[in-house]
């Protein structure tokens, strides 16, 4: 049963990121309205799954210290890693950004380095190459191909044209690798959490009204706040099952890690690039514009991820 969880994680997470995908193509919405709105979906589902937590089992033992890891979790995951990774999308498609995703485990493996002065092993080199070597096969996939997000493949492109495309896919790359970042951050916490307080309902709980205090407080600082009215007024549907799909996805992940061991939990999550690249084609065609090296980069990425976290 924890398999199934682990693989519906996987399929739910690559489900999200076309649905954000196919929301960036109707072009209703600002993207960062579309991520508030998954974000007040994902509220509005882990309080109604905590409070049914609570109805059946029990009030929930809480401490400080979790609190904190778990709004810790909520900063760069939910917020950063997540707001970045839609940029991302909307920069260079959600294959792409779906194989850059799977950089998080690098994170990790890198804050050990960094925090803990751990030292790499020679497999884990080996897993930290084939990683890289994904990222460099998708850089060099959206600069020959990229360009077709953004026109039509046989319409013929000036000089300053062709600089903003490959502008937009430098940046698309960059911030996807950012969000990766984040993500494995907020990965971090959110296990430092769970020592503290055993129950995901209470992590993911604490994790989403943590992040949309802050994206609210960062859209009505940039000014945006018709976006935000406009967007709970007319809700993009694609936006909205983004959340869903994001929530029930963190949902599965954490009942996979109760069920079986968290290398192979883990190591089947690591599948969602894959599952994102097969969604892209079948629901979004052309307009993700996929390659060989796309299609090679993610699963180099996946394979290295399984190497770092098996061995």
């Known amino acids: 049963m924890g398999e199934l969880f682990a693989l ?11 649905f954000a995908r196919k929301a960036q193509i109707r072009g209703e919405h600002s993207a960062d309205a579309g991520v508030f709105l ?19 089992s029990g009030p929930i033992s809480l401490n400080w210290q979790g609190i904190m890891m778990f709004a810790g979790a909520g900063l760069f995951n939910t917020f950063l890693g997540r707001l970045l990774y839609v940029h991302s999308i909307n920069l260079v498609g959600a294959s792409r950004a779906g194989g850059l995703k799977g950089l998080s485990p690098f994170v990790v ?68 690798v950012f969000s990766a970042v984040f993500f494995g951050a907020g990965n971090l916490f959110r296990k430092a959490g769970l020592t503290y307080i ?4 209470v992590g993911s709980s604490v994790g989403a009204l943590t992040s949309i205090l802050f994206f609210t407080s960062f859209m009505l600082a940039r000014g945006q706040t018709g976006s935000i009215k406009k967007i709970l007024r007319h809700p993009d549907p694609n936006y909205a099952l983004f959340g869903v799909c994001s929530a029930c996805a963190l949902f599965c992940v954490f009942l996979c890690l109760n069920l079986i061991p968290v290398t192979v939990g883990n190591s089947i999550l690591t599948t969602e690039p894959v599952f994102t690249m097969i969604f892209s084609m079948m629901m979004l065609g052309k307009r993700d514009a ?22």
């Open 198 to 201: 055993p129950s995901p309902f």
């Open 109 to 176: 493996v890198l804050g050990g380095i960094v925090l803990l002065s751990e030292k790499v092993s020679t497999v884990d080199g080996i897993g930290i190459a084939v990683l890289l070597s994904g990222v460099i096969g998708i850089t060099v996939d959206s600069m020959k191909r990229g360009d077709r997000l953004y026109h039509d493949k046989d319409d013929i492109l000036d000089a300053q044209e062709t600089a903003v495309v490959k502008k937009k896919l430098k940046a698309g790359i960059l911030i996807g």
């Open 8 to 18: 519906g994680g996987a399929v739910l997470w690559a489900s999200s990121s076309i």
């Open 38 to 56: 998954s974000l007040v979906v994902n509220c509005c589902l882990n309080i109604l799954a905590l409070a049914a937590v609570i109805l059946i």
């Open 290 to 311: 996929v390659g060989k090296l796309t299609a090679l980069g993610c699963f180099l990425i996946m394979a290295g991820a399984m190497i770092l976290i098996i061995f």
